[in-house]
């Protein structure tokens, strides 16, 4: 079986996002060990980035059934919002 661009592309997406929701996934027992007001803060956050996640999957899944005439438009769209999603994660880790 030939490699296009196109697999090329949502192997490594796959990827990106499976490393990212690993990482998320560790964080969050940082976030839940937190105490008080700091704890409610990290919740209300990890609220919002599995929220970015789920978007990013469900693009994700769009993706992989992109015919030729959508393919590029959606490579665009794809990639907003796993750097939303990536940015939003690097952000939060700092703050922890």
């Not at 980035?49 to 059934?65: D, G, M, N």
Request: glycine share 2%; net charge negative; proline share 1%.
């Amino acid at each position: 079986m030939t490699t296009t661009p196109h697999h090329s592309y949502i192997d490594a997406m796959k990827t990106q996002l499976d490393d990212l929701n690993v990482k998320l996934n560790a964080i969050e027992i940082k976030a839940e060990e937190a105490k008080g007001d700091a704890r409610a803060a990290y919740l209300e956050e990890m609220r919002k980035l599995r929220h970015q996640s789920k978007l990013a999957v469900a693009k994700f899944e769009e993706i992989k059934l992109a015919g030729e005439d959508t393919w590029d438009s959606m490579v665009a769209e794809m990639d907003k919002v796993r750097d939303a999603f990536s940015h939003s994660f690097k952000y939060f880790k700092s703050q922890l």
